[in-house]
């Protein structure tokens, strides 16, 4: 019976009842109709198990980091250095939102930060510029999923968690797709630019004047060459370089660009609280999932029928590509991979696929579900954000899912792309 747990998990979640209440209810009600009482006792219990665990501390403490430097006007500042480097260009308001969210990536390490923070601020001047507002709020949201690609990401620390994989060679792994995966929106604004005849953004900014939105940003785009440089240094763990990513944070807003107040903590400290609650308890129920994963043995009968498929990997990646992508379209990047990391991951390190390899194509590909319809969650922060249709944008994204798409396969087939940067600094094989 406990191999309908699946099944019963998405007739839930059809219906409407949350993700974190439909994770521990559809597991829990066909183990009590199996009568396995005692396994309901270690489902529940695995709730706090699953969040008790010090490699996860790294989530709260980047979004505290990324609250800060989000309400220290860091964001701004980022924007700013944007415009000076790119936004003479035609277009250049669209490719702006995607340099900031590259930068904005290596700070928070969250696609709905990153819609939230500078979607308030672009969509409006992308509209003042003679944009429409559903482009400037699909650009918005397909730019936001290179947030947790390029590192720091909470989504590459909760499959390194789940899967015991080394986040650093994670984070590491990501930098290359992230960048892909923005180059690649950049070459569809261009053509896009030049067929519809986009605005251009402003004036091409002198060298003295880019060099002083420079020098604005230079605190800010240090953030990431902190954390990745004391993690690979070995100073400090990813989690504590989290850690430290808030002080650095603290600093910078307090003491040295002056941008924040003591009144402005409590409010900081309670919208990060709340957003790693969320994240948490979904890490713990989707880990209390996972143990009837195991009880039922749906790994190993979902193994079977895959390699019934083909011996081929090549063939297999193509279909598992397809499978994240519409799992994506319906289930948040953290649940999905807590819950099929544990059933995919071993059958494809059993095919010579290697397991950082693999799980940088689960991530991305997850991650870009995040902006696709029907269910995508930066799609409503987008629609929230511009006052636009969740169906509008998610119209108008649809030719920046294309690239998104390509990057997916290109990171699927060519290993090298993800995996060069890994390997030179001895995080991988």
């Known amino acids: 019976m406990l191999i309908w747990f699946l099944p019963t998990f998405l007739v839930f979640l059809m219906i409407g009842l949350p993700v974190f209440f439909a994770l521990l209810a559809a597991p829990g009600i066909l183990l009590w109709l199996n009568g396995q009482t005692n396994d309901i006792t270690l489902l529940y219990r695995n709730v706090y198990n699953g969040m008790d665990s010090f490699p996860l501390m790294a989530i709260p403490f980047f979004m505290l980091a990324g609250e800060l430097m989000n309400r220290g006007g860091i964001t701004i500042r980022l924007v700013e250095f944007s415009q000076a480097l790119m936004g003479h260009f035609r277009g250049g308001l669209a490719h702006v939102n995607v340099l900031s969210s590259i930068l904005f990536a290596g700070l928070s390490g969250s696609a709905v930060a990153d819609t939230s923070a500078l979607g308030s601020m672009l969509i409006p001047a992308m509209e003042k510029q003679g944009y429409t507002r559903r482009f400037a709020a699909a650009i918005?949201?397909?730019?936001?999923?290179?947030?947790?690609?390029?590192?720091?990401?909470?989504?590459?620390?909760?499959?390194?968690?789940?899967?015991?994989?080394s986040v650093a060679a994670l984070f590491l792994a990501g930098i290359v797709p992230g960048v892909m995966v923005g180059v690649g929106l950049m070459?569809?604004?261009?053509?896009?630019?030049?067929?519809?005849?986009?605005?251009?953004?402003?004036?091409?900014?002198?060298?003295?004047?880019?060099?002083q939105a420079s020098l604005k940003a230079f605190f800010p785009l240090l953030t990431p060459v902190i954390i990745l440089g004391g993690i690979l240094?070995?100073?400090?763990?990813?989690?504590?370089?989290?850690?430290?990513?808030?002080?650095?944070?603290?600093?910078?807003?307090?003491?040295?660009?002056?941008?924040?107040?003591?009144?402005?903590?409590?409010?900081?400290?309670?919208?990060?609280?709340?957003?790693?609650?969320?994240?948490?308890?979904?890490?713990?129920?989707?880990?209390?999932?996972?143990?009837?994963?195991?009880?039922?043995?749906?790994?190993?009968?979902?193994?079977?029928?895959?390699?019934?498929?083909?011996?081929?990997p090549l063939i297999l990646l193509f279909l598992i590509n397809l499978l994240l992508f519409i799992v994506g379209m319906f289930?948040?990047?953290?649940?999905?991979?807590?819950?099929?990391?544990?059933?995919?991951?071993?059958?494809?390190?059993?095919?010579?696929?290697?397991?950082?390899?693999?799980?940088?194509?689960?991530?991305?590909?997850?991650?870009?579900?995040?902006?696709?319809?029907?269910?995508?969650?930066?799609?409503f922060v987008a629609a929230?954000?511009?006052?636009?249709?969740?169906?509008?944008?998610?119209?108008?994204?649809?030719?920046?899912?294309?690239?998104?798409?390509?990057?997916?396969?290109?990171?699927?087939?060519?290993?090298?792309?993800?995996?060069?940067?890994?390997?030179?600094?001895?995080?991988?094989?």
């Open 140 to 165: 918005t949201a397909a730019s936001s999923v290179i947030g947790p690609i390029i590192p720091p990401s909470g989504i590459m620390i909760i499959y390194a968690y789940v899967m015991g994989e």
């Open 187 to 211: 070459l569809m604004i261009k053509v896009m630019a030049d067929k519809y005849d986009f605005p251009v953004a402003s004036r091409k900014y002198t060298w003295p004047e880019r060099r």
């Open 233 to 312: 240094g070995g100073i400090f763990t990813p989690t504590e370089a989290a850690a430290v990513a808030v002080g650095y944070a603290f600093i910078i807003g307090f003491f040295v660009l002056r941008t924040l107040t003591f009144k402005e903590v409590p409010e900081i400290l309670s919208n990060a609280g709340l957003t790693s609650a969320v994240v948490l308890l979904l890490v713990g129920a989707a880990m209390a999932f996972k143990t009837v994963v195991s009880l039922s043995h749906a790994p190993e009968q979902l193994a079977s029928l895959i390699l019934s498929l083909s011996e081929n």
């Open 331 to 379: 289930l948040d990047a953290g649940p999905a991979i807590i819950i099929l990391g544990p059933i995919l991951a071993p059958i494809f390190t059993s095919l010579g696929v290697d397991p950082i390899h693999f799980a940088i194509i689960m991530s991305v590909n997850l991650t870009v579900g995040l902006a696709t319809p029907p269910m995508g969650l930066v799609l």
């Open 384 to 429: 929230a954000v511009s006052r636009e249709k969740v169906e509008t944008i998610a119209k108008a994204i649809l030719p920046f899912l294309a690239v998104e798409i390509i990057v997916i396969f290109l990171i699927t087939y060519v290993p090298a792309l993800s995996m060069t940067i890994p390997r030179i600094t001895g995080f991988a094989n």
